[in-house]
Structures are given as structure tokens and as C-alpha cells.
């Protein structure tokens, strides 16, 4: 396997991973989850215009621009208010573990949308990350006893982040697949912020915000995306989704040690049922194409 690839990929993953740590840091400047949002999505359209006319790849067909809006609303809307209003509510740490319910919603979209076969290995991916949900959210309440102060709002925020990241894959294979990432993102992210701005508030902020919000733009969307896709060219997608994983670790870890946030027994099985999950689907995807190849 190329030592490099799973670098860059890693790489990535420790990037997203800090979307949680810059979000706390910002929601302490006063500045609101959606606001927050919407700066992450114009920064880092900015880098990916750079970026796209550096390439000379800018150019779309003009059929495609409803989808590329339709994916900007979806994928960038959605996906980023949902993810930090849930960081806001739920944490850094459960925040992450939700986002990660997007292999279980890729299987079923797969089937509904691609007409993709719904393999064992894919119904206990859904299966699992169920379970593990009900784990974290109901667990304390049901198996103990304890009553438990918990957003659910926070928690459907979760979930709704995993959905729309789902979209990504289903968005991809069936309608972008023919530009390259910065090109997609010049048109979605402009579209992204641009359904998000009824609903922000701006405050006002500081020279040391503003540096937090464009450092989290080119970190954790212009970065991490640009690096991951490096590492997919020197990779396989199923090793690179599995590197990827480690995404929510380095956001538990982060948020143990700097926010103090914990799960209970719990909580942390839970986690680790939706993780396993993760791996189920990639590794069940991973056998179908060998043996689709005759391998």
C-alpha cells in the first residue's frame, strides 16, 4: 500500500476532525452555528476558485447547473448547518460519531436511488448503525434508569449531517463524476451560502475570529478535501474510507481533552457499533467488486 496515500488520507481525516474544535472555539466569539457555516463555505469557495482557475477548470455545461445547485443545497446548506448546529448541541465527540451514520445511509440511498443490490453486508451496516444510535441516545434512559440531559434537536442535527453527507457519494456516482472537485465546488459553495443567508445572524467579530473562521474554511473543507482526493489517487476508495474512519477518534479525543466531553459505557458502545459498521459496508463493498473482477 502507498505509504504517501495514507498519509494524505490520514491526513484528512485529522482535518475534518478539527471541524468540531474550531466550531467550539468560534461559538465562544458569540458567533452562531449557522454564521459559522456560512463563512466555512465562502472561504473555502475562494481557495477552490484560486485552485479551479489555476487548473483552467471553471467551465461547466450549462445542463449541469440545476444539479450543481440541487448539490449546493444539499451538500453544502444542509450538510454544514446540520453538522455545526449539532457540534453546538450534542458535542464535538457525539457530533462526530452521528456524521458517521453516512455508510448506513449511503447503502439505503444506493438501493433506492442507484438501484444497487442490498447486500447482506449492507443490511447489517444499516442494522448496526441503528443500534448503535439507539445506544447512545436511548441507552442511559432504558438499560439504567438515568434520566439523561439530551438534545434531540442536536441529535436529528446529527443524524441530518450524516444523511446529507451520504448525498456526497450519491450526488457523485450518479451526476458530477465527470468534473473535478475544485470545479464542483466553485458552483456549490457560492449556491451552499447562499440558501444559508436568510436564515445568519452577523455579529460582530474580531481580527482573531475572522483568522478562526478562514483557518477552519481552509482546513477542513478547501484542505481536507484537496488532500483526500490526492490520496485517492494513490489508493483504492475502500482503503481510503477505512483510513478515513479515524476521523471521529481524532474528534473524540480532541473533545476529552479540551472541552472535557465523555461518553458513558453506553455511549461508547455505540460508537463503536457505528464504526463497525463503517467498516462492515467498505470491506462487504470491497469483496463484491473482487469477485465482480474474477479475483
Not at 238 to 247: K, Q, R, Y
Request: charged fraction near 10%; hydrophobic fraction near 60%; aromatic fraction near 16%.
Amino acid at each position: 500500500m502507498d505509504i504517501r496515500g495514507i498519509f494524505l488520507v490520514l491526513s484528512a481525516a485529522v482535518m475534518w476532525g478539527l471541524i468540531g474544535v474550531f466550531t467550539k472555539f468560534i461559538l465562544a466569539e458569540n458567533v452562531t452555528a449557522l454564521e459559522i457555516a456560512f463563512w466555512r463555505a465562502m472561504f473555502a469557495w475562494v481557495l477552490f476558485l484560486a485552485h479551479a482557475k489555476y487548473m483552467k477548470a471553471i467551465k461547466v455545461q450549462r445542463s449541469d447547473l440545476p444539479v450543481l445547485l440541487s448539490f449546493g443545497l444539499v451538500c453544502v446548506t444542509a450538510f454544514y448547518a446540520s453538522y455545526q448546529l449539532a457540534i453546538r448541541d450534542v458535542g464535538v465527540a457525539l457530533a462526530a460519531v452521528l456524521l458517521y451514520t453516512a455508510p448506513a445511509w449511503v447503502a439505503f440511498l444506493s438501493w433506492l436511488v442507484l438501484r444497487e443490490a442490498m447486500n447482506a453486508a449492507k443490511i447489517a451496516c444499516v442494522c448496526m448503525t441503528v443500534a448503535g444510535v439507539a445506544c447512545i441516545s436511548l441507552g442511559p434512559s432504558l438499560f439504567s434508569g438515568n434520566h439523561i440531559d439530551f438534545s434531540m434537536f442536536g441529535f436529528a442535527m446529527g443524524l441530518v449531517s450524516g444523511l446529507t453527507y451520504a448525498l456526497y457519494y450519491i450526488f457523485g456516482k450518479k451526476y458530477l463524476h465527470r468534473y473535478s472537485t475544485p470545479t464542483i465546488f466553485v458552483y456549490a459553495l457560492p449556491f451552499g451560502a447562499l440558501f444559508l443567508l436568510p436564515f445568519v445572524d452577523f455579529v460582530p467579530k474580531s481580527p482573531s475570529t475572522w483568522a478562526l473562521l478562514f483557518a477552519m474554511a481552509a482546513v477542513t473543507s478547501y484542505g481536507a478535501f484537496s488532500v483526500y482526493y490526492a490520496g485517492l489517487k494513490r489508493l483504492d476508495a475502500t482503503h481510503a474510507a477505512v483510513i478515513a474512519t479515524f476521523e471521529p477518534v481524532v474528534a473524540a479525543v480532541a473533545a476529552f481533552t479540551l472541552f472535557g466531553e465523555h461518553f458513558g459505557v453506553w455511549g461508547y458502545g455505540g460508537s463503536m457499533l457505528v464504526i463497525a459498521a463503517v467498516f462492515l459496508v467498505i470491506l462487504g463493498g470491497n469483496r463484491a467488486t473482487r469477485i465482480q473482477n474474477g479475483f
